[in-house]
Every structure is written in structure tokens, then in C-alpha cells.
T-cell receptor, first 115, second 112 residues
């Protein structure tokens, strides 16, 4: 089946620094990738839709200058959390649309802790 | 306003019984609905998709129904096992590019 990886799986950083999270589709090409955030015991909240070669589409309330998304190729999308603060601590999950059956394949997630 | 509700936060059942999880939604007209399984600290794993013109879908011990009049989907796990213990999320197609909106999830615990 289709596999999506994320790197790193967890990261701890100091307040004010930037953190980059990578999302890769390993055995398929994904024209569309999605970035979600999940707080404990909460639902996955869609942050943005990332299309290869074009600007990401952000959901209402998500700051595009704070959460920079780059979808440079059909197998890689990156999310950079700029000037991270403790309230950005969360579980960040990406998914990729393989283009068939409307199924999304999710990565294993990245746990971000900002001190 | 648009809402997706999963009827309880937790469901505890005995091994071998059928687990039934409910997903209700308001002010959506999804073309399809999906169910995912999520284990602690992991990303969701796709289980089943059911389209608006389908009443029922099965996959091994799993069964999903979709009632667009009631705006409800039921997810059944028959002959449940402790390994089925996880959080189950329903997700509705809510936009272009296969955009999904997720419910909060129901945590199922199957005791031996």
C-alpha cells in the first residue's frame, strides 16, 4: 500500500526558533498533500492544502506567514513553523492524496514541543 | 453551523461483541464519508470509504452504513478483539481536492 513518511517524528525546540517538518510519499506521487494539527483528545484540524508547484491554500485562522508550506516536488511537502511558541506545541500530521478512490494516506505524525 | 459529532468519547465492550460507533453531521452534503483508525501517537489509518449513493459497505469484520437523510453513518466491528482498541474517526469530504473534515473520534476499548 501507499506509504507516507514524516521527519522528524518528534522535535523539541526553544521558543522563537523555527522548525521544519518533512512529509514524503514513498511509493507514489501526490499532487496534493494536506497538513493537519491535532491537540490532545481533539480532532485533526486541517491547516492547509498543499499542491505541487503552487501556493498552499490555508484554512481560516491559520497564519500563512507563521506556517510556511512548500510542495517542491510530487513526493515532498515541508511545513516550517516559524518563530515557534509554546502554544504551537502539538501533533502535526500530513497526508497525501494518491489520486484514486479519494483515499488519503497519512504520515505517522510529528510531535512538536516548544519550550 | 457545520458540525460533525461522534456520539460519545469512549466505548467499552467485551471481546466478541459487536461495537457500533455513530457519526452524525449537520449542514454538510458530503459526496463520501470515510472512517479511520488512530492509535495513540500515530497518524490515522484509512479503513473504509462510503459514497453518498451507497447504503452499506463491508470489509472483513467491518461494516459501514451511510444514511444521507438522517445525516448519519454507523461503523460496526463484529467479533471485536482487544487489538481493535483504538480511536475511530469519521471524516467527511467537504471541499475540492478531496478535502476532509474530521470528527473528534471515539475511543474504543475491547476487554478480554
Amino acid at each position: 500500500g501507499a506509504v507516507v513518511s514524516q521527519h522528524p517524528s518528534w522535535v523539541i525546540c526553544k521558543s522563537g526558533t523555527s522548525v521544519k517538518i518533512e512529509c514524503r510519499s514513498l511509493d507514489f506521487q501526490a499532487t496534493t498533500m494536506f497538513w493537519y494539527r491535532q491537540f490532545p483528545k481533539q480532532s485533526l484540524m486541517l491547516m492547509a492544502t498543499s499542491n505541487e508547484g503552487s501556493k498552499a491554500t490555508y484554512e481560516q485562522g491559520v497564519e500563512k506567514d507563521k506556517f510556511l508550506i512548500n510542495h517542491a516536488s510530487l513526493t515532498l511537502s515541508t511545513l516550517t513553523v516559524t518563530s515557534a511558541h509554546p502554544e504551537d506545541s502539538s501533533f502535526y500530521i500530513c497526508s497525501a492524496d494518491a489520486g484514486f478512490y479519494n483515499e488519503q494516506f497519512f504520515g505517522p505524525g510529528t510531535r512538536l514541543t516548544v519550550l | 453551523s457545520q458540525k460533525i459529532e461522534q456520539n460519545s468519547e469512549a466505548l467499552n465492550i467485551q471481546e466478541g461483541k459487536t461495537a457500533t460507533l455513530t457519526c452524525n453531521y449537520t449542514n454538510y452534503s458530503p459526496a463520501y464519508l470515510q472512517w479511520y483508525r488512530q492509535d495513540p501517537g500515530r497518524g490515522p489509518v484509512f479503513l473504509l470509504l462510503i459514497r453518498e449513493n451507497e447504503k452499506e459497505k463491508r470489509k472483513e469484520r467491518l461494516k459501514v452504513t451511510f444514511d444521507t437523510t438522517l445525516k448519519q453513518s454507523l461503523f460496526h466491528i463484529t467479533a471485536s478483539q482487544p487489538a481493535d482498541s483504538a480511536t475511530y474517526l469519521c471524516a467527511l469530504e467537504t471541499g475540492a481536492n478531496s478535502k476532509l473534515t474530521f470528527g473528534k473520534g471515539i475511543t474504543l476499548s475491547v476487554r478480554p
